[in-house]
């Protein structure tokens, strides 16, 4: 008996080791959301605009994925639906694909990705095929993928395999993970409420050549491997934020139908505080936009951890005026779709050519892209 005592004393002090008063063996990131004035200066050193080229062949509705890549910028707009190749001086080069039956034509695209070893382009259908493309545009294959209903994003993980996010009930796992040459299933991963998982429809992001998937309601952040999921760092926001028992609430409804018309019923009056439309980081910071509203009510607040010393910017627009929506976020700089409402106070920032630029935008013209440099 003493020996079994003895034991038991020994397992509660090796894991109280492990996590000393609770700690977390992953970095929790404790920040205020209190909006504080937060000067463009205080992260970035310089912008620069990027128009992009407006003309018959090219004529975005709106942007829901920009990838740069050698040069260029790729760019999705699911609304037409189509992807357009740029210069990183917005010149517009060229279309991939369109709408339609025939070879490399689709009904709908959701989603894409770059498979940089390879130098191919995946076009994602909600419908279970990829359409693959060369990086100038020219169809190679179309790829039926395993049967799930409504796939809705896809990344690049690493040179032999991709992820895959889909729409399914929580006794389903809604990531796959396939391995690229065979199109065969590695591993799966997440059991989840699906009206929870529908808040972030671009789960995925990559750092230092590893990836994470996020969602919109809670608060870790997860690293995903081809064997593993693992979380790798958590917010927290603090008695505003988003608890497990704020949460429960929803879970109890068990309609489906009623538990997201709650949801998004108390999304947009405030009662619940805000989901987190898109995460990131580099080495200097952790990023999270949290949309708090709906429809033309909402509003973004962007969330700048710095992982030197812990400090967090936090604010809907800087003070000088300029609201953020990172498109792209890289070591050197972010790239956002800027609001031309927005453009006075770009004016002491931008070169006088380039402020007349944003000036004379009219809603025909093509978005207008703006590059923050990181200070370092």
Known sequence: MNKVILLII??????????????????????????TAVSLDSVFSHLELIPLETNDSCLLIGIDKLICFEERFYVLDVQRPALYIFSKSGNFIQ????????????????????????????????YGYL?????????????????????????????????????????????????????????????ND???????????YRYRGELYFTTAYQNIVYKLKQDSITPAYQWDFGKGGIHESLLQKYLDI??????????LNDLSDGTFPFLMNSHNQNDMYY???????????????????????????????????MSLHPLTFTEDYIISAINVNECDSFKNYLSTEDYSILKSYTSEDNIILVRFDFRK
């Not at 068990?254 to 949801?263: A, G, K, T, V, Y």
């Open 10 to 35: 020994g397992m509660i002090l090796f894991y109280s080791c492990l996590e000393p008063d609770g700690k977390k063996d992953y970095p929790v990131l404790k920040v205020s959301l209190e909006s």
């Open 287 to 321: 990023y999270v936009s949290l949309q708090k509203g709906l429809g033309n009510k909402r509003k973004y607040i962007n969330v700048f951890y710095r992982k030197a010393d812990g400090k967090s910017f936090v604010f809907e627009k800087t003070s000088e005026g």
């Open 254 to 263: 068990e309609n489906d139908s009623e538990r997201n018309n709650r949801l």
């Open 194 to 204: 699906r009206i929870f998982d529908m808040g972030n429809m671009k789960p995925f």
């Open 95 to 126: 279309q991939i694909s369109r709408k339609g039956n025939g070879p490399g034509e689709y009904n709908m695209i959701y989603d894409f990705y770059i498979d940089e070893n390879e130098r191919k382009i995946g076009l994602l259908s909600p």
């Open 131 to 191: 359409l693959i493309y060369d990086l100038n545009g020219v169809f190679l294959e179309k790829r039926g993928l395993p049967v799930k209903p409504n796939y809705y994003s896809i990344s690049d993980m690493d040179a032999k395999t991709i992820a895959l996010r889909s729409c399914v009930d929580k006794s389903e796992k809604g990531i796959t993970v396939l391995e690229k040459d065979s199109f065969s299933i590695i591993n799966t991963f997440w059991n």
